[in-house]
């Protein structure tokens, strides 16, 4: 079964292509804001503006036309709402347009699986931590149950609120990761309510040290406090399930820091660690072709009408949206 995944939830639009199991093609167009950040209404006129060019590439790079495609899989959500929008119709189009069956699929759980794939790995415990998103998972009898998550905002928009407010030129967490090298631990408070992450105070603290303390300082202690935070609940969490292995998956799961001290972590408790390579881990339509094979396998073809942008789709909420 040959599957286009098409992803477009927040600043990046990709189209991956899948045979059965394996990724074909893995076209990625990201959108970067500069110093105003991400404007959901200009990442949606990117995604316009580049998806005839990513769709072409990706059947090119995958060496196949659209006559052989079965399934066109799209992000539903979560996601923000105008260039979530962009790619559902997108698929949509394509869908009436060649006469493809379609498939909406969970971000988060398009990101566990594809990394369950690359790490070979089963019965875990999930870190999933991306921009709008820290959620600690397990799965049970095919459903995602959320043990813990952050009350307030996603990590990954810690960093990126902190990137703007330092005025970098690029206010992304991976900037931030750059400029955070060789800093000095300055205070900040650190927030955990048993396997829940509270991240807000931690940015005004941090933001109110602007001025007296070198950025590189205050973006060093910024992602140290909320890694050992987030090692904290997760190793909470892997005492709870007595799991023996953990997955680290979203954006915020490239960063080496945070992939040391979950290491470091899990060699102390005799766990096995496991992190796919950066491009599962970064909005990748890849990973939604290949969801969207195991979804369908699942549940068979998701019905036009149902084919809508769900902003607030939990991972959790899955078998009631397909089922
Ligand atoms: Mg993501």
């Known amino acids: 079964m040959i599957v286009m995944g098409i992803e477009s939830t927040a600043h990046t639009l990709s189209i991956g292509i899948s045979r059965n199991d394996a990724i074909l093609s893995n076209v990625i167009d990201m959108y970067r804001g500069g110093t ?130 330092l005025r970098l030129k690029d206010a992304h967490g991976s900037e931030l990761a750059k400029l955070a090298e060789g800093g000095k631990y300055v205070e900040l408070p650190y927030s955990v309510k048993g396997m829940n992450l509270v991240f807000s105070g931690l940015l005004t603290a941090a933001e109110k040290q602007i001025g007296k303390h070198s950025g590189k300082d205050l973006a060093y202690s910024l992602m140290e406090t909320s890694f050992a935070m987030t090692c904290e609940v997760t190793e909470r969490a892997l005492f709870l399930t007595k799991k023996k292995n953990l997955l680290v998956c979203g954006g915020v799961a490239q960063n080496r820091r945070l992939q040391e001290m979950l290491k470091i972590m899990c060699e102390e408790d005799g766990v096995r660690f496991g992190v796919a390579p950066d491009e599962y881990n970064r909005d990748n339509g890849a990973m939604i072709a290949y969801a969207g094979y195991l979804l369908f396998k699942k549940y068979g073809p998701m019905p036009v009408e149902k084919c809508i942008p769900i902003p607030n789709y939990r991972v959790d909420r899955i078998k009631d949206v397909l089922g």
């Open 36 to 165: 105003e950040g991400l404007i959901p209404r200009k990442m949606a006129d990117h995604h316009a503006l580049v998806f005839a060019d990513v769709f072409s590439k990706s059947l090119e790079s995958a060496g196949i036309a659209m006559d052989d495609v079965d399934l066109i899989a799209f992000s539903q959500g979560p996601g923000i709402g105008s260039p979530l929008s962009v790619g559902v119709s997108g698929a949509k189009y394509l869908a009436l347009k060649h006469n493809k069956k379609l498939m909406g699929v969970n971000h988060p759980y398009a990101h566990v699986k594809i990394g369950e794939h690359a790490c070979s790995m089963k019965n875990q415990l999930v870190l999933y931590l991306s921009g709008g998103n820290s959620q600690l998972l397990v799965e049970q009898e095919g459903h995602y149950h959320v043990l813990g998550e952050t009350l307030d905002i996603g990590i990954g928009n810690l960093f990126d609120n902190f990137a703007r407010s």
